[in-house]
């Protein structure tokens, strides 16, 4: 099955500073990898995903790059702020997220420092 | 109504008990998925049900049983629960299978087996 590997386990930024956040996957056949966002106690939330027919997305201060060669995916977050701060989460899925399910990385907690 | 809800928010269990978890969208959705998180974890599939059949079971035991009356409803029955099965418990749903199509959390059940 799909392995997803996630890096680092803390990240720790001044606010106002970039954060990036990567991921590894290990199966070719994987063609989805969303990103979600959990803060403590609430649900995941889905902040920003890719397709594997795209090299890069961007939604305002958060950007997925994806590159299939080397089965790697980033997310970058620029301008930090406090409400930036939560557990990350990388995915990726086969076939999409219809009926295969996601295979999550273990996640990455981003302190956004005042 | 772009939401999953889920009931309860919260439940105590003892091993010897018999209890359901609910899941429920309106969005049209035809797949609905069952995660397991634990503290500090990434969610961990369990299983898929797409058009109201179940897709993937992820090797869970049989103290867990699903159940899609309709599209718009997903059950987990549990039974004979141990403590080791305490975890938030998430639905999830998605518009379709067979594309990379974005799923969406409920707030999950946050469960104690005593």
């Known amino acids: 099955g799909e392995n997803v590997e996630q890096h680092p386990s803390t990240l720790s930024v001044q606010e106002g500073d970039s954060a990036v956040i990567k991921c590894t996957y290990s199966d070719s056949a994987s063609n989805y990898f969303p990103w979600y966002k959990q803060e403590l106690g609430k649900r995941p939330q889905l902040i920003i995903d890719?397709?594997?027919?795209?090299g890069e997305k961007k939604d305002q201060r958060i950007a997925v790059t994806l590159n299939k060669t080397a089965k790697h995916f980033s997310l970058h977050i620029t301008e930090t702020q406090p409400e930036d701060s939560a557990v990350y989460f990388c995915?990726?899925?086969?076939?999409?997220?219809?009926?295969?399910?996601?295979?999550f990385g273990k996640g990455t907690h981003l302190i956004i420092q005042p | 109504d772009t939401e999953v809800t889920q009931t309860p928010k919260h439940l105590v269990m003892g091993m010897t008990n018999k209890k359901s978890l609910k899941c429920e969208q309106h969005m049209g959705h035809r797949a609905m998925y069952w995660y397991k998180q634990k503290a500090k974890k990434p969610p961990e599939l369990m299983f898929v049900y797409s058009y109201e059949k179940l897709s993937i079971n992820e090797s869970v035991p049989s103290r867990f049983s699903p159940e899609c009356p309709n599209s718009s409803l997903l059950n987990l029955h549990l039974h004979a629960l141990q403590p080791e099965d305490s975890a938030l418990y998430l639905c999830?749903?998605?518009?379709?299978?067979?594309?990379?199509?974005?799923?969406?959390f409920g707030p999950g059940t946050r469960l104690t087996v005593t």
């Open positions: 890719i397709r594997s027919n795209v």
């Open positions: 995915a990726a899925s086969i076939s999409g997220g219809g009926a295969d399910g996601l295979t």
């Open positions: 999830a749903s998605s518009q379709d299978i067979g594309r990379s199509y974005e799923q969406y």
